[in-house]
């Protein structure tokens, strides 16, 4: 960003981050639209100044946590949290390394139950017909 260097840009803007996080945790369990723009709008933040997130950089990584772990929480929303602390990870490693270790653990642990979560009616296994081709002999 052109602004970057300025600190009174930077300032201003950083003071605009933790309202910023309110508005996304008061709307992720609401529907409609809204809460998906403001987290790419976090994610294009954290992609092109993640600085501007370092100040609020714990309440951020444990929205994200906690909107990971919650099940009311639409899949779409839990993607684009993880895809927020990735573009984190990305562009602000030494952020990660110092004030996020303490949180990894349960990030892990939410990454590997998302993996895990099978779908009730998955299209692979509607399939009712053996095809020989699916076998080597």
Known sequence: LFYEQEKSVVKSLTDCVLPLI???????PMDGEHCDTVLKSLIDLAE??????RSQ?????QLCLKSIGDNEIIEIRKHLCIELLIS???????TIRKRGAPYLGQLV????????????DPSWSSCDTIEDDDFER
């Open 88 to 94: 984190m990870a990305e562009n602000a490693p030494s």
């Open 109 to 120: 642990m939410y990454l590997l139950l998302m993996m895990t979560n099978i779908e009730e």
């Open 57 to 61: 950089f714990d309440a951020l990584l």
């Open 22 to 28: 309110q508005l996304v945790a008061l709307t992720l």
């Open 48 to 53: 092109k100044c993640p600085q501007f997130l």
